[in-house]
């Protein structure tokens, strides 16, 4: 039977993911495909932040430049701008909100983590700045790794895989760990990173086989919150996507996905509740 690590230390809290968690999508971008421009205000972000966490939000994930298909990096100056007020602001009314940063950047990462988040949420799995892993590694903190094929300003441009993606993924995911546990970083979470380099078929066989991943022995994160697979399978706009999110986010926690990452915290905690009173019920 495989050990798989249960527990985050977030800055001296303890994140337990015995059972699966909700992390709640933050974008603080003029830009992000489906709420980009909404939190640009510090009432809003606060407004939305509260919001959040009443309905069940167990993280909160600030994310300063948008990681969407297309994306440039922007300077960062403009995304510590962005994050790092957002932080403050968030702790001085909810000082125990776990908060995780979505950057690509080892500056960004350090000074964030140094103002009070918990968490670094990379969808670049260390392959934008070089000098991520040795900074998690220093700053001791929980890292999500993402698989990601390119960078997101390219990487829906020319999708292929020599061989099949979910062990194309998974070797990928192996290497890294294996990096990061050289720099001895302790709190490792993955993700398959639905949407980062993959046709809508690659991210279902991702989905399909998600428990594969479980021969890491790390907690699963997974993003698939009013994502392409869903609207584009479906032929409705990302606005219109929730119920194909509420049905592939049921699949992932039947395939032992501990965190979701969403936009709608109400929705994925009723099915998340749902789906652990099936879990707790009894067969007979």
Known sequence: MLYQQTTL?????????????I???????????????????????????????????????IGGMSSRPGAKLI?????????LPAI??????????????????ADVARQTIGAGASII???????????????????????ILMHIKGIPENMQKSIN???????????????????????????????????????????????????????????????LSRKSMIHKFLGVTPETALNGTTALHFAALENNAKILRVHDVREAKETLMLWQKLQDTPML
Do not use: W
């Open 161 to 223: 895989y020599d061989g099949h993606v979910v062990t194309t993924v998974l070797d990928f995911l192996i290497k890294k760990m294996g990096e990061l546990r050289d720099l001895e970083v302790k709190d490792i979470v993955i993700d398959p990173g639905f949407g980062f380099g993959k046709t809508v078929d690659h991210n279902y066989e991702l989905l399909k086989n998600l428990s594969s991943f479980r021969i890491l022995e790390v907690p699963i994160l997974i993003g």
């Open 88 to 105: 403050k602001a968030i702790l001085k009314e909810y000082p125990k909100t776990i908060i995780s940063i979505d950057t690509v950047r």
């Open 121 to 143: 949420n990379d969808v670049s799995a260390g392959t934008i700045d070089p000098d991520m892993f040795k900074t998690v590694g220093e700053i001791n903190c929980p890292y």
């Open 75 to 83: 300077p960062i100056e403009e995304e510590l701008n962005r994050v």
């Open 9 to 21: 230390n977030c800055q001296g809290q303890l994140l337990d993911l015995a059972r699966p968690k």
């Open 23 to 61: 992390m709640g999508i933050l974008n603080i971008t003029p830009d992000s495909f489906f709420d980009g421009g909404r939190y640009q205000t510090e009432k809003a972000l606060l407004i939305q932040v509260e919001k959040m966490l009443s309905e069940g939000a167990d993280i909160i994930d």
